[in-house]
């Protein structure tokens, strides 16, 4: 009877050491009394006990020594930042969460094709991130061509400053990664900002990446021969102060006509800057690009353009062109 009775009390042991890891477990990594998403700050200075004690005023957890302990042995310390607290956190996950540094973070996606000024307006939209981009075109702003569009995973409340500055860093790296394995250039341009600035007319004329380098060798032709580039982003970049877009408003004949450096059909050869900031399609189609006889190209009204020799065939296909937009 005496061996039966240890044995049972030794059962009865295990099964309340079980219970309890188990409830522990439940209590501390699966129930949550996060009802709705939710952020928190971390703020600079802030140490463990004192974020265990604004998570429990506010309702995220219930044990401030359970979530020390948790954050002790993972890392030691609470990492600043702002977080994300789904609804449905358990006290576990949220001091692995900060434990670990798993701060919220907001996507910022730059289309390429872009002007800094369209870029400035993109990251004023964006109600994650803080602070000015930039002052003024010719002030703290980066000129058109500096920037490398792409998707961004920046910190919430970062500042747009940053994400500017993220950028052009990322544009720089692809400059130095072109000046190092630098080759000949398509005559008859002779450095990286007309590889730039060509590039950004290119990106602007088409979206289609397959018809960039055709695109390209156009425009390499109109230059060999002195013919002005007559290329309708220019005129729009001029006429928009460097916006880059009309708006809506039409591109009239007298815009064509009107005096300004960036406008093609007013002179000959490249403008002084890029219009836009590009992606590695269009600077890969200006560093390769077709060699044809091709001097003309009009929209075809799918999306592409139609490529022409001579200004007769260019001609037909824009009467064409026309056709198709009166007909929409």
């Keep these: 009877m005496k061996i039966l009775g240890h044995r049972a009390w030794l059962v009865i042991f295990m099964a309340w050491t079980l219970?309890?890891?188990l409830f522990g477990f439940w209590y501390f990594g699966i129930r949550s009394n996060v009802k709705q998403d939710a952020a928190f700050t971390v703020g600079a200075g802030a140490t463990?006990?004192?974020?265990a004690g604004q998570l429990k005023e506010r309702g995220f957890i219930d044990s401030e020594d359970g979530f020390k302990m948790t954050v002790?042995?993972?890392?030691?310390?609470?990492?600043?930042?702002?977080y994300d607290i789904p609804a449905g956190s358990s006290a576990f996950h949220v001091a692995?969460?900060?434990a670990h540094g798993d701060?919220?973070?907001t996507t910022v996606l730059i289309p390429e094709g872009l002007t800094v000024k369209q870029i400035v307006e993109l990251l004023d939209q964006n109600k994650f991130l803080t602070g000015r981009a930039c002052v003024g075109i010719n002030?703290?702003?980066?000129?058109?061509g500096e920037l490398f569009p792409d998707t961004y995973r920046v910190a919430k409340g970062a500042s747009r400053a940053s994400v500017v500055?993220?950028?052009r860093l990322r544009m720089s790296d692809v400059r130095d990664r072109f000046e190092s394995g630098r080759g000949a250039l398509p005559a008859p341009l002779e450095n990286w900002d007309e590889v730039m600035t060509l590039a950004s007319i290119v990106q602007k004329e088409t979206p289609k990446a397959r018809e960039m380098p055709i695109v390209?060798?156009?425009y390499i032709n109109r230059l060999n021969q002195n013919m002005r580039l007559q290329a309708d982003p220019t005129v729009v970049y001029a006429v928009t102060d460097g916006l880059g877009d009309m708006r809506g408003k039409p591109l009239l004949t007298g815009h064509l006509k009107r005096a300004h450096p960036y406008n093609t059909y007013m002179n000959h050869g490249l403008p002084p800057h890029p219009i836009a900031n590009v992606g590695r399609a269009a600077i890969a189609a200006v560093l390769n690009p077709v060699e044809t006889k091709y001097l003309f190209f009009v929209a075809d009204g799918t999306g592409g353009h139609l490529f022409s020799e001579t200004y007769e065939e260019h001609k037909v296909n824009h009467e064409n062109w026309r056709e198709i937009k009166n007909n929409r």
């Design 19 to 21: 219970f309890g890891i």
């Design 48 to 51: 463990i006990s004192s974020v």
């Design 72 to 82: 002790r042995l993972i890392s030691g310390n609470v990492k600043r930042g702002l």
């Design 96 to 98: 692995r969460m900060m």
């Design 103 to 105: 701060i919220a973070t």
């Design 139 to 144: 002030d703290s702003c980066p000129r058109d």
């Design 165 to 167: 500055e993220l950028m």
């Design 216 to 218: 390209a060798g156009v």
